[in-house]
């Protein structure tokens, strides 16, 4: 337990911003398996702008690493762009 007020205050402060941040963080995951789960290209590309800013602003944010958000970002571009290439085939 913390001694100090400051301490104490910190405390509070890292639990309220942890609690912040799961919040943005999980809702952004549950985006993302969205879009991964759509099989209709138009659909995948109209919702790829909105996942990408939640991402994009986690990163910001600092709550994951610009490099994480990239990789996210790129893997859903792939599989956007490979939705494309299945209804071709078929």
Known sequence: MPHHKSAKKRMRQNLKRRLHN?????STRT???KLRKLHDKEEAMAMYPQVASM?????KRHIIHPNKAAR????LMDHIN?????????
Request: hydrophobic residues 30%; glycine residues 4%; without cysteine.
């Open 22 to 26: 799961r919040y943005y963080a999980k």
């Open 55 to 59: 991402i994009d602003k986690l990163a």
């Open 72 to 75: 996210l970002k790129s893997r």
């Open 31 to 33: 985006a993302i398996k």
């Open 82 to 90: 490979s939705l494309g290439e299945k209804h071709h085939h078929s």
